[in-house]
């Protein structure tokens, strides 16, 4: 028997089914297929890209899930704790051709970080640790056409993401990468490199590096 309560909760509006094919995933399906890549869930600093994240029905999944596992270890200590939490935070990373769906995407995931850091630090949250999560949200959840590789708007550009990388402790170290070279296997110097097994190995050029900066200073000034 079809549950049409279920198809009227996944579907939009019939135009946006039509012209962009959007279907929202029912928390179910989103459990089902997690499960296949369960443990990678769980590892803080795992990065998940969702070419059509819609409104982020699987990354926010994927984000309560690391950030339960942040909680768990390092709620004993604030600056631990919002450490993991900003690199669980920037290892998610999303596409989607709608702008709505991408400024509910961040509201989500950002929610769901919220939740997960005033529960133990109702008192001594920092508007720098919510900041630099902002600014790590409106970097990794882009307007644009997966197919097309660009952003979305009035002055398409290719779309760039952004690599959030823990360095020293406290730092991190900010490198930026087309999504058209992450997906080129682009040859290294004479020939493709190889792993001891003699599979391929592609490594990417980043377009831009930027300076190691603290975890929570991305937000004071924007180094674009």
């Given at each position: 028997m079809i549950d049409t309560a279920l198809i009227e909760r996944q579907v939009v509006s019939k135009m946006r089914v039509v012209h962009y094919g959007e279907v929202l995933t029912h928390q179910r399906e989103v459990n089902a297929m997690l499960a296949l890549v369960a443990q990678e869930t769980e590892r803080i600093e795992s990065r998940f890209l969702e070419p059509a994240c819609g409104t982020g029905n699987f990354l926010t999944e994927i984000l309560e899930?690391?950030?339960?596992?942040?909680?768990?270890?390092?709620?004993?200590?604030q600056t631990?704790?919002?450490r993991y939490a900003i690199l669980a935070v920037s290892a998610i990373?999303?596409?989607?051709?709608?702008?709505d769906n991408v400024c509910r995407c961040r509201d989500r995931l950002f929610g769901i970080f919220e939740r997960h850091y005033t529960h133990p630090f109702k008192n001594t949250a920092k508007s720098k640790c919510r900041g630099a999560v902002r600014y790590i949200l409106d970097r990794n959840i882009i307007w644009g056409d997966?197919?097309?590789?660009?952003?979305?708007?009035?002055?398409?550009q290719?779309?760039?993401f952004s690599e959030w990388s823990p360095v020293n402790g406290n730092m991190l170290k900010r490198r930026d990468f087309t999504f058209r070279n992450l997906l080129d296997h682009e040859e290294i110097g004479d020939g493709p490199l190889s792993s001891d097994l003699g599979e391929d190995v592609f490594i990417p050029m980043p377009e831009k590096e930027?300076?190691?900066?603290?975890?929570?200073?991305f937000a004071d000034g924007d180094k674009d």
């Open positions: 899930r690391k950030l339960r596992v942040v909680e768990g270890r390092y709620a004993r200590s631990e704790f919002e990373y999303g596409i989607d051709i709608l702008e997966a197919r097309s590789l660009k952003t979305v708007g009035d002055n398409p290719p779309i760039v930027y300076p190691l900066t603290h975890f929570l200073e």
